[in-house]
């Protein structure tokens, strides 16, 4: 029996319950977890209203962090969020507080499945984990840039009158301001997309994926939806051993940080980081984001001080 506990309750991991319970996933058990009790239950109520009229029967229930204990997988969507006023840092410091207090809580069970994190700063909040539980690294994951690259191959999709599925392209790096697109390495049925899409074509799409994120939290005051679903594709890699390639966030050893780039993800999590030839001009793009996961991974070891 496949048993995912959703620890966070907001937008994002209701999003997620919501893509489990009705695209017929490899879930059997799903319990949500939140420091809001009430809400929790309230959540769990109403997912299973909508049980008749889903693929299969999941169980649904609230709990707390004792349902760990046989988990597969842990996702940790909670945290607060950055107020008007408050600097990267100051998110930075109150999530680390947040998820050292979840992670402590989770360590007292007898958790050894699979960590996914879909906090923001999301490669810090990922690295974070990996340091309070002490799992080895392939066993935490966050989800890094599966959600940019989904907007990506949507906007490939749109120029070209494609489906997106049929799109193979990646953005690498950061889950923020300093990811990248991957232009040399993208393809569709074989051809390069700098083939077959113009420099004022390839420059919308890399502002539009950087930016829409902002635009969606200033139209509706959240983005869910799309993570929710990337969520549930990482979950459905790991419970049916797929080795799907996914642009998670993973550890580099030789950087000491987390950051996105394809990775075979199957039911031991991580079961393969994939190397990418990137050109010069792209390796030097991701050394600028490493570079900067790496000053946030620093500011993280001063604030657990």
């Not at 058990?29 to 008749?52: F, I, P, Q, R, T």
């Not at 990922?126 to 907007?151: C, E, Q, W």
């Amino acid at each position: 029996m496949n048993k995912v506990v959703i620890v966070g309750c907001g937008n994002v991991g209701m999003a997620y319950a919501y893509s489990l319970v009705i695209s017929g996933s490899f879930v059997d058990e799903l319990v949500l977890v939140d420091v809001n009790k009430a809400k929790a239950e309230g959540e769990a109520l109403d997912l299973n209203h909508a049980l008749s009229y889903a693929p299969k029967k999941i169980i649904i229930k609230s709990g707390d962090y004792s349902e760990c204990s046989n988990a597969d997988i842990v996702c940790i969507c909670a945290g607060r969020a950055q107020l008007e006023g408050e600097t990267r840092t100051d998110l930075l410091a109150k999530n680390i507080e947040v998820f050292n207090d979840i992670v402590s809580k989770i360590n007292k069970t007898k958790f050894n499945g699979i960590y996914l994190i879909a906090t923001n700063p999301l490669d810090t909040m990922t690295y974070a984990t990996m340091k309070f539980s002490k799992f080895k690294p392939n066993k935490v994951i966050g989800s890094g840039t599966t959600l940019d690259t989904s907007r990506l191959k949507f906007l490939i999709g749109n120029e070209l009158k494609l489906n997106s599925k049929d799109i193979h392209a990646y953005v690498l790096g950061e889950h923020g301001d300093s990811e990248f697109v991957a232009w040399d390495n993208a393809t569709v049925g074989g051809n390069k997309c700098t083939e077959l899409l113009s420099k004022n074509q390839m420059s919308k799409i890399n502002y539009d994926v950087k930016t829409s994120a902002y635009d969606i939290i200033n139209k509706k005051g959240n983005t869910s939806y799309g993570i929710g679903m990337c969520l549930l594709g990482i979950t459905n890699a790991i419970l049916n051993n797929e080795h799907k390639i996914l642009t998670v966030s993973c550890y580099s050893e030789e950087y000491d940080c987390y950051y996105s780039k394809p990775c075979i993800v199957g039911k031991r999590g991580i079961e393969k980081q994939l190397f990418i030839n990137l050109s010069n001009s792209d390796s030097a793009k991701l050394m600028d984001s490493i570079t900067k996961l790496q000053d946030d991974k620093n500011l993280m070891k001063k604030l657990c001080k």
